[in-house]
């Protein structure tokens, strides 16, 4: 069994820096489990790692993919152990960093095998849900998933399109929700994790996100947006649906003005950070702790003792 540090907790929760100190203190390399981070070009918009972090430590999985590319948490499950099987033969020690939740159990609790199906159907159902996104909005797809299976449905945004429809599309063709495919899976996981989830205080989150959001548009946002529509990457391509980048494209077309923008995307961000908070909270951790009282020596400590089991 190989035993992995994972680093979670809600956007702005100061998960980055952290990693980055235990990784020198416990000579290991971060793999970013962020949804996001993953896509080349998006980098004042994601908060991806300074270059004085990367410098410092090594990290895996930040910059792999196009824009226009699709990616999932079984495909994030199988990078990351590609990267702990390379880290373990350096005897490095895998720490696993990040917010999104269902990339870090993909990885920790493998996913089920995906049923063969015939490519025509999956084209004819793919069609058919983008057709109603087109024309009765995310939320209706969003709303047709909460009736067959509703457990998907709460961890899933109403406005994350790829990922409800995926979970539609697997019903439609196979019979069976996500949930229970997920239930059926009796994969044992050859990984035994330690659980660091940061919790920060409601109104010290608040003002991290605010901080945070204001840094990220000074920082060169918006010129990234231009960029990336310039060189030819349509405002739907997947990576552009990464949150708040639908109220830059916005901002950088002049239908919105800078205040603006920096409020909604402060307001969707704070609900999305919610969100992460209940889904965290909702599963075993070795430590849950407020990142301004975390005691990186306490976390080393439970690590020594977590690979000497």
């Known amino acids: 069994m190989i035993p992995m540090l994972i ?10 820096r952290l990693a980055v100190e235990l990784a020198r203190k416990l000579d290991g390399e971060i793999i970013s489990a962020d949804s996001r981070q993953v896509y080349r070009g998006l980098d004042a918009g994601t908060a991806k790692p ?4 990367l410098t410092l430590v090594n990290h895996h999985l930040i910059d792999i993919i196009d824009p226009v590319e699709r990616y999932n ?6 990078d990351a152990a590609s990267v702990i099987g390379k880290l373990v033969e350096k005897r490095k020690a895998p720490i696993i960093c990040g917010g999104t939740g269902f990339y870090i159990q993909a990885l920790v609790r493998p996913l089920f095998s995906e049923p063969e199906f015939p490519a025509g159907s ?21 709303r047709e998933l909460a009736g067959l299976d509703p457990a998907s449905a709460s961890r899933l945004h109403p406005n994350d399109f790829q990922r ?9 063709l196979s019979g069976r929700t996500m949930t229970r495919l997920l239930a059926e899976s009796q994969a044992e996981s050859p990984y035994v994790p330690l659980t660091v989830v ?13 901080l945070r959001s204001e840094r990220m548009l000074d920082s060169g946002w918006p010129e990234e947006v231009r960029a990336l529509l310039a060189s030819g990457v349509s405002p739907d391509a997947p990576g552009l649906q990464s949150l708040g980048y639908r109220e830059v494209i916005s901002l950088v077309k002049g239908e919105s003005s800078r205040q603006e923008t920096l409020e909604s995307i402060i307001r969707k961000t704070g ?19 407020d990142p301004e009282n975390i005691a990186p020596r306490e976390i080393v400590s439970l690590w020594n003792a977590h690979c000497s089991r």
């Open 7 to 16: 680093i979670a907790g809600p956007t702005a929760s100061g998960k980055s």
């Open 50 to 53: 300074s270059a004085g972090e």
């Open 73 to 78: 948490a079984g495909r994030f499950a199988r």
């Open 122 to 142: 999956k084209k004819d159902v793919r069609l058919r849900l983008k057709k109603m996104c087109e024309q009765e909005g995310a939320q209706a797809v969003h």
């Open 164 to 172: 409800v429809s995926r979970a539609l599309e697997l019903y439609y």
């Open 198 to 210: 940061l919790d920060p205080q409601a109104g010290q989150l608040k003002e991290a996100i605010r």
């Open 271 to 289: 609900q999305y950070a919610r969100r992460q908070r209940i889904w965290f909270k909702a599963r075993p951790a070795e430590l849950v702790a």
